[in-house]
């Protein structure tokens, strides 16, 4: 019936065109007229005209995207991801202002869920302040909803901003109660709730208390065979070559580039192909002990392949990640890969 309908051979009834609008396909021209309400989403009547077996299966569509989402975040990055995930929050959107109890219980948790999930993009964007914003708008759809964990999840992406800011005393605030509201934790999750204690105790130089929390973290770790699509539930990226990557960027903090060197060598090469974007992370992380090591050949190279990721998806993140170790890198523009690092960071993005 859609493609009948962008074919032009018939109207396409209200419930398609608002699957449509969930599959992230596209928008047509009439559906900014009056009458098809604004931002081309259907207005509040035209939903109001879904049967219960009809606004159950959006709500299972809504669902099944965004594990498609992460699954495309997680290889690709969040400008192959970004913009499905704003579709799918419109939607839901519109779905807030119309349904009622008991449905509209799933619709909150579904958009408490694609918020984080946008917060998190925004946050791999480089757009802290977007960050910010839907990890406080996730926040309130996880609190009308009732829904603990999901509430849980949101306090640890807080964490994460306060440990980007190399805030230790608020990231290990925020995991505390990230594990005291997500209640009886287990597996991956609760995994890397320990992982971001881990790195609080990295910030403040703590390395006997930071390598006791990692193996807290290892214990709980998720299999190394994850699909990358958080079907395993939230944590579900804290692989143990993860963990092992997080190991020796927490190095780097204590001050061991050897022992960092070593754990992302290992990482690097273990990391699932699905977490591509992790490996840009690895990259640079390791650049940055071969720096710290005196080894500027091999310190260039790792992070111009950190970089080609970076670019590929579109995270800011692992190139403000890459950039410090240019600049520890510039006196030896005499070698090549230096020179080709400072050249690569000096092109515009897509260049």
Request: net charge negative; charged share 25%.
């Amino acid at each position: 019936m859609i493609y009948a309908w962008e074919r032009g051979d018939h109207d396409l009834s209200e419930r398609y065109e608002l699957l449509y609008r969930a599959l992230g396909l596209g928008d047509r021209e009439h559906a900014e007229e009056p009458g098809h309400g604004g931002h081309g989403m259907p207005g509040r009547a035209r939903l109001d005209t879904l049967l219960a077996g009809q606004l159950d299966e959006l709500i299972r569509l809504l669902d099944d995207q965004w594990h498609f989402l992460v699954r495309t975040d997680n290889l690709l990055g969040p400008r192959h991801a970004l913009t499905g995930v704003r579709d799918q929050l419109t939607v839901i959107d519109a779905l807030l202002r119309t349904v009622r109890p008991p449905a509209r219980h799933h619709v909150l948790q579904l958009g408490a869920r694609y918020a984080e999930s946008a917060a998190w993009l925004h946050e791999d964007s480089g757009d802290l302040a977007g960050s910010r914003y839907w990890t406080g708008r996730s926040m309130e759809l996880a609190l009308e909803a009732g829904d603990r964990l999901m509430m849980s999840w949101v306090l640890y992406r807080r964490g994460e901003h306060a440990a980007a800011d190399g805030d230790a005393a608020a990231a290990a605030g925020l995991a505390a109660v990230a594990r005291r509201e997500g209640g009886d934790l287990q597996g991956p999750m609760l995994a890397a709730i320990f992982q971001q204690e881990a790195h609080a105790h990295a910030l403040d130089g703590a390395e006997s208390a930071c390598l006791d929390t990692q193996d807290q973290v290892l214990e709980r770790a998720a299999s190394p065979d994850d699909p990358g699509d958080a079907s395993s539930g939230h944590g579900s990226f804290c692989t143990p070559a993860y963990v092992e990557m997080q190991r020796g960027r927490y190095w780097l903090l204590l001050g061991q580039p050897a022992k960092a060197r070593a754990a992302l060598d290992g990482a690097v090469r273990t990391l699932p192909p699905v977490y591509r974007r992790d490996r840009g992370v690895a990259l640079s992380a390791l650049a940055a002990a071969h720096a710290a090591m005196g080894e500027p050949d091999e310190a260039a190279t790792a992070a111009l392949q950190a970089l080609e990721v970076a670019r590929d998806a579109g995270s800011e993140r692992i190139v403000s990640m890459v950039i410090p170790v240019a600049n520890a890198l510039a006196r030896h523009r005499g070698i090549s890969a230096v020179a080709q690092l400072q050249e690569a960071l000096a092109e515009p993005p897509g260049a």
